[in-house]
């Protein structure tokens, strides 16, 4: 079974600083899905960013990025220009292509906190 | 992005009572959607995935009869909790499928049972 680790619980970053938040996997399988989702105070999950793992370049969206390391089962969040609406709870997720109900793995979270 | 709506945002129930919860797809055909429920500060607990026209699958450890899922159409997806109990209340947050790579949120539903 597919695992994600994200071993930090929280982390904190000046505003318009930059922040790394990791994930790890865990996966036999050669082609998959990677999510990070942000869960505001408000607690709706939103989608930030998305990987398919036969991708070699690392996806982009405006000030987020990710480190995508496939052989060392990375997938790592960068933060650039934080902002205060940046302060949220983040998940990093797996899904298989495989099964037609394939679910999301999600991690444990990570805590950001952003300091004014 | 496509919409998710839940719906209630907040219920307040008796012990013993049910209640449902609805998820509604807005502008796509979802066949399958997800059930989860999180606790604060914790993470999203699947707790059985809908299919329509079709029961649906139950994670282990969640009982079927108590927290049933009626998967009606394309677009809706429900969730009632029978008899419920204090040990029920939680956040419960449902999720519909577009594609593999698309899997929306609803801004979920604080039950509280008293």
């Known amino acids: 079974a597919q695992t994600v680790t994200q071993s930090q619980p929280e982390m904190s970053v000046q505003e318009a600083e930059t922040v790394t938040l990791s994930c790890t996997y865990d996966?036999?399988?050669?082609?998959?899905?990677l999510f990070w989702y942000k869960q505001p105070p408000s607690r709706q999950m939103i989608l930030v960013i998305r990987?398919?793992?036969?991708?070699?370049q690392n996806a982009t969206e405006n000030r987020f990025s990710v480190n995508f390391q496939k052989a060392a089962k990375s997938f790592s969040l960068k933060i650039s220009d934080s902002q205060l609406g940046d302060a949220a709870m983040y998940f990093c997720?797996?899904?298989?292509?495989?099964?037609?109900?394939?679910?999301?793995?999600f991690g444990k979270g990570i805590t950001l906190s952003v300091r004014p | 992005g496509a919409v998710v709506s839940q719906h209630p945002s907040w219920v307040i129930c008796k012990s013993g009572t049910s209640v449902k919860i609805e998820c509604r797809s807005l502008?796509?055909?979802?066949?399958?959607m997800f059930w989860y429920r999180q606790f604060p500060k914790q993470s999203l607990m699947l707790m059985a995935t809908?299919?329509?026209?079709?029961?649906?699958?139950?994670e282990q450890g969640v009982e079927k009869d108590k927290f049933l899922i009626n998967h009606a159409s394309l677009t809706l997806s429900t969730l009632t909790v029978t008899s419920a109990h204090p040990e029920d209340s939680s956040f419960y947050i449902c999720?519909?499928?577009?594609?593999?790579?698309?899997?929306?949120f609803g801004p979920g539903t604080r039950l509280t049972v008293t």
């Open positions: 997720a797996y899904r298989s292509p495989r099964g037609a109900n394939s679910k999301l793995t």
């Open positions: 502008d796509f055909q979802a066949t399958t």
């Open positions: 990987q398919e793992a036969y991708k070699q």
């Open positions: 999720s519909a499928m577009r594609t593999r790579y698309e899997q929306y």
């Open positions: 809908s299919n329509e026209g079709s029961k649906a699958t139950y």
């Open positions: 996966t036999s399988e050669s082609d998959y899905y």
